[in-house]
Each structure stands twice: as structure tokens, then as C-alpha cells.
């Protein structure tokens, strides 16, 4: 009964439900307009379209060459993520195992190109890649992404590598282990969840990064979502429709990444991670 009253006796607490309701009706409705207009073949002033086809992905397929975008943007995602594990890896181990004068002050600097918006720190990063040649080709998509991925590897992998005990690894090392076989052989192994987990995170932020891909891409360079800013930006006459469907190809394949990003990491340790080394 107690209970029931609480509920009764606040509005707010029904003003911040309605609100959050009328967000995601909101958001479901722009996302559900786009679908829809990308199975549709006319749609003018009625409440769905006068017709339906699936042509205008394969349209749209061929009209934005599609192909090399997304290869691109896989070997792009496939490089991000393979430098940042091996530089985020060890240098999260020597954060989670090593004390030393200027720790704390050297973790929040690898927290600001996280919390720092992109574009604060993507237009003087572009002017020097561009100044050595790096941008406008793949290597410098990758040198900018790297920016934020390879703190986001060590913030991820450090609560990771603090809960392996480390008698386990004094253990090794009195029966003759060395320090590579200790790597390899112990941590490693332990290790393959958080890694998994920090490359599946760092995956999902490449694809979706804008701002850094957008400044030092090339015309060879482009990934998925640039090449979308492009097509919805470019002059001449395109179909809405085909733009639509490249929007939801690159939706669809957002929200596969967020799932298995879900499926392997919890969302909440690295905020509580955050959290604990900024007190």
C-alpha cells in the first residue's frame, strides 16, 4: 500500500516515463520513415506508399558503389582494432600492475580524447597528417582513429587485468616462467574475454566515427558512414529512396555491432571505471 501511494504521489516520476516514452515513440518513427521509404516506390501525402519494392538497395548498391565502401571500411576497422589491442594491451597491464609518480595524471589524459568531442582535436590532427602526407589515404584513416581507440583499449582492458590475482603470476614466475611465457601463457588466456570485448567496443566506435574519418579521408578512403554524408550532400538528382536504404544498411550493421558489443561487455564497468579514477 505504501508503495502504491509512492507511485500515486509523484508526478514527476510520470512526467520523466512520459518523457522518456515519447522519446523512443519518437526516435522508432524517424527510424520506421526511413525504412519504410526504402521499400517504398512512390510516397507523396498518403500514410504509406503507393507501392513496395526491395530494388532501391540494389540500386543503391550500385549507384553509391557500396562494394569498396565496405571493404574500406572493414580494413579500416581491421587495422584500428588490431594496433590498438596490441598498444592498449600492455600499456593497460603496466597501468593495472606498475605505481608511479604522475599514474593518475597519465590515465586522465588518456581520457580526454573519450570525453573530448572529435572535432576539437580532429582539425589540428588533420592538419598535420595532411602536412606528412598521411591524410587522404587509408593511413591516415587509421593514424586518426587510433587517437581515441587506443585509450579506449586501456580503459577497457585495466579493470580486466586488476582482477587476475596477481599471485598467479608470482606463481609462474617461481616455477621458471619468464616474462613472455608469463604473457602468453597466463595472461593471455585470462585475458580473451576483455580483449574480445575491447575490440568488438573499439569495432563499433571506428564504423560509426565521423568526424576523424570524415577530415583525413581520401576519395579511396571513405567508410560507410562518409560515404552516406556524401550521397545525402552531393549535387545533382538522386533517389530518396536509394539514400534511405544506404541509411539503413549502415543502421542495420550499427545495431549488429552494438549487440555483440552488449553480448561480451558490460556497459556500466567503464563508466564506474571512470568514475573511481576521477575522485
Not at 6 to 19: E, Q, R, S
Not at 159 to 187: H, K, N, S, W, Y
Request: glycine share 8%; with cysteine.
Amino acid at each position: 500500500m505504501a508503495a502504491r501511494r509512492a507511485i500515486v504521489a509523484t508526478p514527476a516520476a510520470w512526467l520523466v516515463w512520459g518523457v522518456v516514452v515519447a522519446f523512443f515513440v519518437f526516435l522508432a518513427g524517424v527510424i520506421g520513415s526511413v525504412v519504410v521509404s526504402s521499400f517504398g516506390t512512390r510516397w507523396f501525402d498518403t500514410w504509406l506508399p503507393l507501392g513496395w519494392t526491395p530494388d532501391w538497395y540494389a540500386q543503391a548498391w550500385d549507384e553509391f558503389t557500396l562494394l569498396p565502401v565496405l571493404i574500406v571500411t572493414l580494413e579500416v576497422s581491421a587495422l584500428v582494432v588490431g594496433i590498438s589491442v596490441l598498444i592498449g594491451v600492455p600499456a593497460a597491464y603496466v597501468l593495472a600492475r606498475r605505481g608511479f609518480p604522475g599514474r593518475r595524471l597519465l590515465y586522465l589524459l588518456f581520457l580526454l580524447p573519450i570525453l573530448m568531442p572529435p572535432i576539437t582535436y580532429g582539425i589540428p590532427l588533420a592538419t598535420v597528417l595532411y602536412k606528412y602526407g598521411f591524410a587522404g589515404h587509408l593511413s591516415g584513416v587509421v593514424l586518426a582513429n587510433l587517437v581515441p581507440s587506443v585509450p579506449f583499449v586501456i580503459l577497457t582492458m585495466t579493470p580486466f587485468i586488476e582482477q587476475i590475482d596477481p599471485a598467479v603470476e608470482r606463481a609462474a614466475r617461481m616455477c621458471g616462467a619468464g616474462t613472455r611465457q608469463v604473457f602468453v601463457r597466463i595472461l593471455a588466456p585470462l585475458l580473451v574475454p576483455g580483449i574480445l570485448a575491447a575490440s568488438i567496443l573499439v569495432l563499433v566506435r571506428t564504423v560509426g566515427m565521423f568526424e576523424l574519418t570524415f577530415l583525413t579521408a581520401g576519395p579511396d578512403s571513405q567508410t560507410l558512414v562518409v560515404a552516406l554524408y556524401y550521397s545525402m550532400s552531393a549535387a545533382g538528382i538522386r533517389a530518396q529512396q536509394s539514400i534511405d536504404a544506404m541509411a539503413v544498411i549502415y543502421t542495420s550493421m550499427m545495431l549488429v555491432l552494438l549487440v555483440l558489443a552488449l553480448r561480451f561487455v558490460n556497459p556500466t564497468q567503464l563508466v564506474a571505471r571512470v568514475r573511481d579514477d576521477g575522485d
